[in-house]
């Protein structure tokens, strides 16, 4: 798929309707910095609140800009394995290098149910799949020896993992072994899950930071673990504030602030609090940004 720092790319809005221009704007600029690999339409890009038809077209825009340069990744999970399939089938057709599946949120499915949900997604295409385990936003956790047993289906190729559970990433890679790719989903936790075996972070700071974020990884996959980790530690206080509330919510705030004009958010999601807009800026600030 990539090693490095595929960004998590958010989805610009002008006047309520995605903004294409931006987007194109966003996808260039990444390409010219080093972003390893896009990932269109996963929670950073309010995939949630899209509707299938933006949805699709985002995905078939995204491609046709990059046109190669890069991988670009989509997200095609659903709480419905039928809407899921159909999506990752649409996904295919369009030329995507890959997927991102986010397991089924509010179901809360049993370890069976998992397993069959991914196992009829992965029959129905033959793109590589990427699993995306947060259980703090789903509900549900993949736990390593399920993530070892979904690793069996041949075109499940690795897990962007975003528990926080530094211990279970271990375990995960201790039982799937060096050929699954594990993508490190928090980017506070870039070096350590790069340090047990990992290859890179899907990123949500990457969307102001992209050529950083992408030293970061290869620093340390070159073995300059030195300046890995002053580039982990020197982020860390942003990284921290860009998730003050809930994602996307700061970084799409924080890349107004920084005049790159992505829009506003779609309901449920709000604007930013004023009391955590002050520490964002502050952070902001304290980067040199």
Known sequence: MFTGSGVALVTPFKDGEVHYEKLKELLEWHVANQTDAIIICGTTGEASTLTDKERKAVIKFTVDVVNGRIPVIAGSGSNNTAHAVELSQYCESVGVDGLLVVTPYYNKATDLGLLKHYEMIANSVQLPIILYNVPGRTGVNLTPPLVQKLAQIKNIVGIKEASGDISQVAEMIRLCGEDFLVYSGNDDMIVPVLSLGGQ???????????????????SYLEGDVKKSRQLQLGVN????????????????????????????????????AATNLVVLKKELTNYGL
Do not use: W
């Open 237 to 272: 206080g942003l990284v921290h504030a860009l998730f003050i509330e809930v994602n996307p919510i700061p970084i799409k705030t924080a890349m107004n602030v920084l005049g790159m004009e992505v829009g506003s958010f779609r309901l449920p999601l709000t604007e930013m």
């Open 200 to 218: 890179g972070v899907i990123s949500v700071l990457a969307n102001i930071l992209p050529q950083v974020t992408h030293d970061l990884v290869s």
